[in-house]
Every structure is written in structure tokens, then in C-alpha cells.
């Protein structure tokens, strides 16, 4: 099976998506959101890479719009029958829950168990980490390309694209996928002692987008200028801007549960189509199995790659408005230059490596 990319979704089956991703982060299946308002989601996954143990938490909304992230939850991570660490919840972004520092090992067995604040027990079935993830080298080019605008003109615009050139691992099925990071700066304000802090917001480049292996009958471990993803040249390049690939060695169940997944995004909407059906994981309520519960907890052996992109690798000048004078203000200002944490995923924290 090669990777298929799907897109045009409608809004409502975007949202779907979103809802199983949750992240961003990121990704049931049902076209009626009405009917699949208060369901728990869990997904996340355990890996070999620190800092990369991460767990989302959330309730599905009755209607068409972003889940509702759950605090205040217990999140403990099981490696075999052992307690291997508690996952702790981001102070700046509620229901995502991080382990840091710790990092999977290839061959164990790992599960999460989750307490809800009402008390209610949530596990997902074991799964063991695979055996390797090969590595993986990102590249981007800077291209402009038609695309059809709000008021359904053609219009051309500029995008970076994520292209990798992948060593593929032993182990048979594969996801890659692909994670922005940049800087968002506030306005200061002339009459504040000081200049306040940068955000960083963390988010996936394109998160509609699933890349998908069954290397079954590849012979070559080499799986060169693979495309991976398309994101819009906008006011996020005027400051650092990374993007992280990620080269994800999966188990034969996760595969299958992203590959439903990847069929629910291929759907676009017509009659002629076979109905969606609600994507179901690896996580089920410890005392009623009945209860519907989406997402999925995996194990995950990874490799990653990051490239860095600055406004002086364009081949034009940027011009937006970057909140504090370095391009064509706007007023009044938008939200996230008043306060940039209104930004989805944003956080005052900086990556080590930024």
C-alpha cells in the first residue's frame, strides 16, 4: 500500500476528524455530531523519544465544533503490569497530558489508565512497542499554487511544503506525520514595566492529512522525496517557524485503526458513497464496556527530523502583521497580539531546542 493523501472534506467531517486527533493534535465517525454530544475521547500514545508521551482528553460537543477538553483527570502509564509513571496536564492547555522524561522501550508492553474527575475508569488494551523506526531527513520547498478562495475564485498562494527522504524500519507498518512549532509574539504596551514573554505554539502542519505504509512487499528500505504535507505562508513565518517530522513505527491494530480513519477522511459527503461508521480504538470504560469511547493509545517507536524555516529563506519579503511593528499593522488589533495565548496551543513554554 503506498500513502494516500485525501482532502476537501466538509466542515462537519473535518470536525470529525479533529475530534478523534485531538490534538492537534491530531483526528468517531458519524456525519450526526447531534448524537455523539458528551463521549469520552482518549488518544495519545507512549514512545521511545522523551518528551514525546502524550495523552489528549477531551468530551465530544452536540454539535458542530471542537471537543471539550477534560481536566483535572488521573493519567498513569503501565509498563507490563507495573506503574512506569503519571502523566501530568499542561498548565497552559487543558486536557493534554505530558510525561516527560520518559522514554519507551522497544519490545515491552504498555497501557494508560485513566480517571476521570467523576470517577469513572478508563484503560486501553496493551500494546507492545515495536522493534525500530529507521530515521528520517525533512526538506521544504517554497512553491505558490492555485487554490480555490472563500468566494470560490481561483486564486494563487503561496505555501511551504514538507517533503522527507525516509530510511524505512524493519517493522511492517508505518505512519509519518508532521508538527509545527513557532513563535508568536504580544504588542508591548509602552506602559508596561516589561516586555511581555513570547508563546510557542505546538500544532499539526496539516492535520487532515494521514500517511500511511504497509511496506509487506517494498524490498527497498529506502523511501526517498516523500510528501507529507502543505501549510499556507502566513504571519506564523515571520519568527522562527520549525517543522518536526515524525517517522512512526506502529502495531498491525493501530495501523488498521488509522487506516479506518484515513477512509473516514477520503469520504466526501455523496450519496453514491458507502455511510461512514464510528471509528472505535483501543480504550474501553473498566467497569462497562458498553459505553462508547473513541481514540486510540498506542505504543510507538519513532524517529524525527527538524527544519528550520526564517522570513530570510523566502524569495520574497513577508509583509503581515507580526503584532509588533515589523509589518502592516492592523487596527484594532487581533486577539493574539493582545494576548498570544488565546492562540490554540499556545504556551509559554519553550522547547529546549528552539
Same mark, same amino acid.
Given at each position: 500500500m503506498v500513502p494516500h493523501r485525501y482532502?476537501?472534506?466538509?466542515?462537519?467531517?473535518? *470536525?470529525?476528524?479533529? +475530534? !478523534? !486527533?485531538?490534538?492537534?493534535?491530531l483526528q468517531p465517525v458519524d456525519i450526526n #455530531?447531534? &448524537?455523539?454530544?458528551?463521549?469520552? !475521547?482518549?488518544?495519545?500514545?507512549?514512545?521511545?523519544?522523551?518528551?514525546? @508521551? %502524550?495523552v489528549t482528553i477531551g468530551l465530544t460537543a452536540e454539535s458542530d465544533r471542537l471537543p471539550y477538553p477534560v481536566s483535572g483527570a488521573i493519567v498513569n502509564l503501565f509498563e507490563g503490569d507495573e506503574l512506569a509513571g503519571s502523566y501530568t496536564e499542561d498548565p497552559f492547555i487543558p486536557g493534554k497530558y505530558k510525561l516527560p522524561g520518559f522514554a519507551g522501550i522497544a519490545g515491552n508492553s504498555y497501557h494508560v489508565q485513566v480517571i476521570m474527575p467523576d470517577d469513572k475508569t478508563y484503560a486501553s488494551v496493551p500494546e507492545t512497542m515495536p522493534p525500530d523506526a529507521g530515521s528520517i531527513t525533512p526538506y521544504? /520547498? !517554497?512553491v505558490a499554487e /492555485?487554490?480555490? *478562495?472563500? =468566494?470560490?475564485?481561483? &486564486? %494563487?498562494?503561496d505555501f511551504?511544503? +514538507?517533503y522527507a527522504n525516509a530510511v524505512l524500519p524493519s517493522n511492517r507498518y508505518i505512519r509519518w506525520s508532521v508538527e509545527e512549532v513557532y513563535m508568536a509574539l504580544e504588542t508591548p504596551d509602552p506602559n508596561a514595566p516589561v516586555t511581555p514573554p513570547p508563546c510557542f505554539v505546538t500544532q499539526d502542519a496539516e492535520p487532515q492529512v494521514i500517511v500511511l505504509l504497509d511496506r509487506q512487499y517494498l524490498g527497498s528500505n529506502d523511501y526517498p522525496d516523500l510528501y507529507l504535507a502543505r501549510r499556507e505562508v502566513d504571519v506564523s513565518f515571520m519568527l522562527r517557524h520549525y517543522f518536526i517530522t515524525y517517522q512512526t513505527s506502529l502495531t498491525a491494530k493501530a495501523y488498521d485503526y488509522w487506516r479506518k480513519v484515513e477512509i473516514l477522511v477520503g469520504q466526501n459527503g455523496s450519496v453514491f458513497e458507502i455511510p461512514p461508521a464510528k471509528v472505535f480504538g483501543n480504550v474501553k470504560n #473498566?467497569?462497562? /464496556? @458498553? /459505553? =462508547?469511547v473513541f481514540g486510540y493509545f498506542q505504543a510507538s517507536h519513532q524517529s524525527f527530523g527538524r527544519v528550520l524555516l526564517t522570513k530570510d529563506v523566502f524569495p520574497y519579503i513577508l509583509n503581515f502583521n507580526d503584532c509588533v511593528g515589523g509589518g502592516v499593522m492592523s487596527f484594532p488589533l487581533p486577539q493574539r497580539c493582545i494576548r498570544c495565548l488565546s492562540i490554540r496551543n499556545s504556551s509559554l513554554e519553550r522547547p529546549p531546542w528552539f
Open positions: 482532502a476537501n472534506m466538509n466542515r462537519r467531517l473535518a *470536525n470529525l476528524i479533529a +475530534i !478523534i !486527533i485531538l490534538s492537534g493534535c #455530531t447531534d &448524537a455523539l454530544g458528551g463521549k469520552v !475521547i482518549i488518544s495519545g500514545q507512549v514512545s521511545n523519544l522523551e518528551g514525546e @508521551s %502524550v521544504y /520547498e !517554497i /492555485e487554490v480555490v *478562495n472563500g =468566494e470560490g475564485n481561483l &486564486a %494563487v498562494q511551504v511544503k +514538507i #473498566t467497569s462497562d /464496556e @458498553s /459505553e =462508547e
